[in-house]
């Protein structure tokens, strides 16, 4: 007999639904401007394209500047390009 424990964080979530993981676009990061818009459709290319034009913007705010890039804005480019390349695996 199988039983679930009290407190399980995913005790209510399908078999589906953790496969998949976070399957969402990410949030505005610290090291982007505020201005930036977030793709929230569903197409993946256009969720790829997004990702790759918010690298590019952080990476040309760095260029136009001759600054090396600071921490927040390392991190953000790394989340990102990490999400990228999980969205392009899932493309055939």
Do not use: H
């Not at 290319?45 to 705010?61: F, G, P, Q, T, V």
Request: proline letters at 7%.
């Amino acid at each position: 007999m199988a039983f679930k424990m009290k407190g399980f964080p995913m005790q209510n979530q399908s078999a589906m639904k953790m496969k998949k993981g976070n399957d969402k676009q990410p949030p505005t990061q610290p090291g982007e401007s505020p201005d930036v818009e977030v793709y929230e459709g569903g197409r993946l290319s256009e969720r790829i394209n997004d990702l790759e034009i918010r690298i590019e913007n952080i990476n040309e705010k760095y260029s136009n500047y001759d600054r090396p890039l600071t921490a927040k804005e390392k991190n953000a480019v790394q989340l990102l390009k990490g999400k990228l390349a999980d969205l392009k695996s899932r493309r055939k």
